[in-house]
């Protein structure tokens, strides 16, 4: 099958192997889209256009960023001393040995000192084995373990500290410069000591993440100001993923040819490639950017004590870890693997959740709110359980230095008791937290033999697995997020309750089940009446097929299930202002029918602003909205470069049979058209069906005789021009002579469009689907009205729906007024030869497309200027090209004002056939000279008089 675009050539380009000698600039293009673009953006008056919306655009962007910015600075600052809270909590070292073990005898007492020390000097062994083999040294010498004290020498010395610190006690000061040198010395039994903890220590916390909060605000050395500890380096961190990650996973959709990421997965049909390009983007992101995430977690936990502090800011952080532990410490070594697990567990559950409760409990916000609440808690508190460890862990382990043998670290003196042993790893870590912290562990006395045959009694912890292990040390913090759970989950159930039945401005039985705003602007609405609940509504009209394609069947629609996956196709809804677009399109989205119709409101092909502010309104915002009605359909406003946001919308391909796209009064709907046309053939989801104009029955001649400046046609005339569906609308308001006057008019400027008249333009809907007017189906229908006598439509009463045609009984051959634009023609011209030279009509039909004349080759160029202009809006055609391997084969030829395409025709079996060469009908500005026309076609294709004639 071929099938090519044809483009004007960029003017003025002279070609050696120019084919045509009347066009030595002409250049076959062999890159459509550049042509296209070339030929639609290069006039300077568009580009300095283009440059003025750019710089208002680059300005808008800036000032949203800034403003963005200044938001999310804020946001952040509230959550700041919760985050701390959170942080403290989950990097804190509570040792199951610690504090109160429900013995409280001497003997006991001293058994535990003993076995702490004994523990001690275990761990330290370890540690210095530890820092020993990766050449470091270790970096947490103080801490509640330093055991180069005997048992006996910890007494003496222990009791020596209390006794100096009790006599010091009344100066804080004295109070903590004495304290800040213990930790070298000291070996602190318990992290509960109080005596031998150094002063910019806290206590440990024990409570939640409020504790923690007041437990900060309240310490000598840290204060309410240390609940802010990181802001800025979590703000960059936040501004910097909130753009690379949608930015990277937009890329990666782009490339492997995926829909995009604006609309949430719950909205498509195929998940599995969106989730991985999404949960791909946010790892990468996240490794990238998982130095900011160490530096805020040391800035967090360190002390903010300036004597005792490490690292002053954000980039001394950064650079005092390269320097110290090296570059490689800042994603690599033991965070490596947390941050992977991280930042790809945590995306994927998150977009998981909505998904689960789509597909998997098939429960909807709208249908069922108070079970998709619940829902949403189960699934966020299952989030929660997977997350919060992972959490920890990588805290725990962002905090550990990690010495790369060539430098000495300084020390880190951490706001909380932290494991001084470092972890080797994350299992590691886990096993750790769950052995040593996790559990509770009882004491008890047991008696013994000694050697002596004296009775000992000592004091021994009781390990039993099932008490001696515990999960709990890795959820610190849990009860901070499950209230903020139960919160969502109680607001989330109470707003859904309502949003089902009052959060509608229209009344109650028109309102749309369901909003899906893609940003928080204003929501557009259909306005019209709806029978939405009545199930039972009878069919807009009869179910009398006068589709061309199949996808309509004459017993009604097409099951979901029998209907194969398909293109979409997207029909342009155009016609002068106030002439019906929105009423049809509020009819459409608002009746009870079976098409789920995809509706795009306004923005396109705005030339004035006249439309946007009177259909957006809200002081001419450009709104992009969705809106999904009860009936299956979805209504949005795209703005004007909204060939993306139609792109997005096929994100619900399969949900949707048609897409309407209303253009707004002013506009021209040739290059709209041209877009989707080629957008068909380079392998987009949507193709082009058809135009449909609507024209208001009573003013359009006032429109028409509208004259511009330029002399160029006004956009009713070209509206009503290219249309491949006319609906005169508003007959109520003209008599039935002046309604026949205005068809026949109108046929007089469009030859080819069917026609139908209507009130309130309530039309049967498959007047304006199906159209195919772009699809080689329409070889069969143009062939079919070889008398030239297009079929006609009215609907006289609601539901009623009369095709005027031939044989119908009535006369409707009514001659053009002459008020209409008469400088619009359709003429047609008829091959009776077997078949033509394509070639040879090719290049005709450039020269009456691109050079906007009808040439003459008797005279030259000459005949150029003897010409008038020619504005070719629409041609169509079918004609048997000679020399075809296939015998009989047909090409369909497709032009809307300078592109054009031939494709070869789909054969139809039996009444398809054509008896001659084919035909070819050109609506336009220029045409009224008939013989000049059919006479410069004979020359070019080299035809006789009787071989092509015209009408
Ligand atoms: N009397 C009468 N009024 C109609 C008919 N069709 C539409 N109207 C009214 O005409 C007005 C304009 O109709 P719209 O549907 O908004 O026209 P439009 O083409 O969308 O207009 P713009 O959005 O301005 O381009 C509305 O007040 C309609 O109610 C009709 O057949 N008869």
Redesign the pocket.
């Known amino acids: 099958m071929t099938s090519h675009y044809n483009f004007p050539p960029p003017g003025g380009a002279p070609n050696a192997n120019s084919p045509n000698p009347l066009r030595p600039y002409y250049t076959s293009s062999d890159s459509p889209l550049q042509s296209y673009y070339y030929n639609t953006l290069s006039s300077s008056s568009l580009e300095e256009e283009l440059a003025a919306q750019n710089e208002i655009n680059s300005q808008a962007a800036a000032k949203e960023l800034a403003s963005y910015g200044l938001v999310k600075y804020m946001t952040l600052a509230i959550a700041a001393p919760f985050e701390a809270g959170q942080t403290l909590l989950q990097v804190q070292y509570l040792p199951n040995d610690d504090g109160f073990n429900g013995d409280d005898s001497d003997l006991a007492e001293k058994t535990r000192r003993d076995e702490a020390i004994q523990r001690a000097r275990i761990e330290e062994e370890a540690e210095r084995d530890y820092y020993n083999r990766t050449g470091g040294v270790a970096p947490n010498a103080g801490g509640y373990y330093v055991s180069q004290y005997s048992t006996s020498q910890y007494s003496s010395h222990h009791e020596a500290h209390s006794t100096s610190l009790s006599t010091n006690s009344n100066s804080v000061k004295n109070r903590l410069d004495a304290k800040d040198t213990l930790d070298e010395h000291t070996i602190r039994e318990s992290v509960y000591d109080e005596e031998s903890r150094p002063a910019y220590q806290m206590a440990p916390i024990e409570g939640g993440v409020w504790k923690a909060i007041t437990d900060i605000a309240k310490h000598p050395t840290e204060g309410w100001l240390s609940l802010w500890k990181g802001q800025y380096t979590n703000w960059m961190y936040e501004m910097l993923h909130l753009f690379a990650q949608p930015t990277l996973e937009a890329t990666l959709n782009d490339t492997f040819d995926l829909y995009d990421d604006t609309i949430p997965l719950v909205h498509l049909d195929h998940v599995g490639p969106n989730i991985a390009t999404m949960v791909t983007s946010h790892l990468v992101v996240g490794l990238i950017l998982s130095p900011l995430e160490l530096v805020r977690t040391r800035l967090v936990v360190q002390t903010a004590n300036p004597l005792q502090r490490k690292y002053s800011g954000m980039v001394n952080c950064i650079t005092t870890i390269i320097s110290e532990e090296g570059v490689s410490a800042l994603w690599g070594g033991v965070n490596l693997f947390p941050t992977i697990l991280y930042h790809t567990l945590t995306p994927l559950l998150a977009n998981s959740i909505p998904l689960i409760i789509d597909r998997v409990f098939k429960l909807t916000a709208a249908d069922s709110p108070f079970l998709y609440s619940l829902a949403e808690l189960g699934l966020n508190t299952i989030e929660l359980l997977i997350r919060l460890p992972i959490e920890t862990i990588r805290k725990r382990l962002q905090i550990q230095i990690q010495t790369n043998g060539s430098s000495s670290a300084k020390k880190y003196r951490t706001v909380v008791e932290t494991r001084k042993r470092p972890y080797y790893g994350m299992v590691d870590c886990v096993y750790r937290i769950i052995k040593e912290e996790g559990g509770h562990h009882k004491r008890t006395s047991r008696t013994t033999k000694g050697p002596d045959g004296s009775i000992i009694t000592t004091s021994v912890a009781q390990r039993p697995w099932y008490s001696a292990w515990g999960v709990r040390g890795l959820y610190t913090g849990l009860g901070m997020h499950l209230t903020s759970n139960m919160a969502l989950f109680a607001v989330g159930a109470v707003t859904n309750l309502q949003d089902e039945g009052d959060d509608c401005a229209l009344p109650d039985d028109e309102c749309p089940p369901m909003a899906v705003p893609l940003q928080d602007t204003q929501l557009v609405t259909p306005s019209d009446n709806s029978d939405d609940d009545d199930e039972d509504m009878p069919d807009l009209v009869d179910t009398i097929s006068t589709s061309p394609s199949d996808r309509v069947s004459a017993e009604g629609i097409a099951s979901d299930e029998e209907r194969p996956v398909k293109k979409i196709p997207i029909t342009i809804i155009t016609?002068?202002?106030?002439?019906?677009?929105?009423?049809?399109?509020?009819y459409i989205l608002t009746e009870k029918h079976d098409f789920k119709v995809a509706v795009i409101l306004?923005e396109f092909g705005d030339t004035g602003g006249?439309?946007q502010a009177?259909?957006v309104g809200m002081g001419g915002e450009v709104v992009e909205e969705w809106l999904e009605l009860k009936n299956g359909c979805l209504c949005c406003t795209v703005k004007d470069n909204g060939v993306v946001a139609i792109e997005n919308l096929m994100k619900k391909k399969g949900k949707f049979d048609y897409i309407l796209l209303?253009t707004?009064?002013l506009a021209d709907p040739g290059p709209i058209a041209s877009i989707f046309w080629m957008d068909d053939d380079i392998g987009s989801d949507i193709y082009l069906d058809g135009i449909v104009t609507?024209v208001?029955s009573r003013n359009v001649r006032k429109e028409l005789d509208v004259k511009k400046d330029d002399g160029s046609l006004n956009e009713t005339a070209k509206q009503i021009a290219m249309a491949d569906r006319l609906i005169l609308?508003?007959?109520?308001?003209v008599t039935k002579e002046e309604a026949d006057q205005l068809e026949a008019d109108c046929r007089a400027m469009n030859g080819v469009a069917e026609i139908v008249r209507?009130?309130?333009?309530r039309v049967d809907l498959r007047f304006v689907l199906d159209i195919a007017a772009f699809d080689a189906v329409r070889a069969k229908e143009l062939e079919q009205n070889d008398s030239g006598q297009k079929s006609t439509a009215s609907i006289g009463s609601e539901d009623e729906i009369h095709v005027h045609g031939e044989g119908c009984g009535h006369d409707h051959e009514e001659q053009p007024s002459g008020h209409l634009d008469q400088s619009i023609k359709t003429v047609t011209i008829t091959f009776s030869t077997p078949t033509i030279n394509q070639k040879l009509f090719e290049r005709w039909l450039q020269t009456l497309l691109w050079e906007h004349y009808i040439p003459d080759l008797t005279l030259g160029d000459v005949s150029a200027a003897e010409s008038s202009r020619l504005d070719i809006l629409r041609v169509k055609g079918i004609i048997k090209p000679s020399g075809s391997s296939t015998p009989g084969a047909k090409v369909v030829i497709q032009g809307v004002q300078e592109l054009y395409d031939i494709k070869d025709a789909v054969s139809q079996s039996g009444q398809d056939e054509l008896l001659n060469a084919g035909r070819v009908v050109f609506i336009g500005r220029g045409l009224d000279n008939k013989n000049r026309m059919i006479e410069s076609c004979r020359q070019y294709l080299e035809l006789s008089e009787n071989e092509a004639t015209i009408q």
């Open positions: 016609g002068f202002l106030g002439s019906g677009k929105s009423t049809l399109l509020d306004n006249i439309d009177m259909n209303e707004t009064g609507l208001d609308n508003k007959t109520d308001l209507t009130q309130h333009s």
